[in-house]
């Protein structure tokens, strides 16, 4: 497989003539707050929950100091390219997501490296989420209305992050946007997607949404 203009998995993605349903992955599919707070505390660090960042709040275990933002990226980057050992599903996740696959087509949009797409791709389908993976760093608004714009079939984006709601939402208006972020701890510190966005803050919300916005 190979990255085309920085997305991969992109060519692979077949979509059919029913819904869509388009989900991020860190904090939405896969836990990543608890699992990053575990892997930093192996490495003598430690996330305190200060504010909706990493940056200024990944802090020493030896002295307390904050780690400069190229120590945080070179930690994420090592997370990331070990996230098989550390990252779990969201609660329900699985289940529910196979359950809309049968009146809804599902795609992963990951804002990740795409040079870790293959070990994402192994713990998605270790938890039998198979469903085709897009990893990049581009915004995604402009990539979901590409994908879409000769559909005629609803489409739901979910995400944690304001601005990929918000870029959605200014590039293909049609979507239903759904704030989800796993950690309630971090949730409850995030900005406010906006007030066209639905706030979920379970799986099982989030499956109702979506039936209720595909007719089901």
């Known amino acids: 497989m190979t990255i085309i203009d920085g997305v991969r998995g992109l ?4 979509l059919n003539d029913r819904p869509l349903i388009v989900c991020d992955v860190d904090e939405v599919v896969l836990e990543f707050v608890d699992p990053f ?5 192996a490495n003598g660090h430690e996330l305190l929950p200060r504010s909706f960042k990493l940056t200024g709040n990944v802090v020493s275990l030896d002295d307390g100091t904050e780690a400069p933002a ?5 930690l994420v980057n090592t997370f ?8 779990t599903p969201a609660d329900a996740v699985s289940s529910t997501l196979n359950e809309l696959s049968r009146i ?5 949009l990951t804002a990740m490296p795409p040079r870790h797409y293959d070990a994402r791709r192994i713990l998605l389908d270790r938890h039998e989420m ?3 993976l897009v990893a990049t760093e581009a915004p995604k608004g402009p990539l979901i209305r590409d994908l879409h714009e000769d559909r005629h079939h609803p489409l739901m984006f979910v995400d944690d992050m304001a601005h990929n709601l918000i870029s959605v939402r200014e590039h293909e208006p049609r979507a239903r946007v759904v704030h989800y972020m796993a950690n309630e701890t971090f949730r409850a510190m995030a900005p406010h997607p906006g007030d066209h966005v639905i706030q979920a803050q379970t799986w099982t919300e989030i499956e109702g949404i979506a039936k209720d916005h595909f007719g089901a």
């Open 70 to 74: 190229e120590r945080v990226r070179e």
């Open 80 to 87: 990331f390219a070990d996230q098989v050992e550390w990252q």
């Open 11 to 14: 060519a692979d993605v077949k």
């Open 130 to 132: 198979p469903f085709p």
């Open 104 to 108: 809804a087509d599902i795609l992963f």
């Open 37 to 41: 707070r575990a892997f930093l505390g």
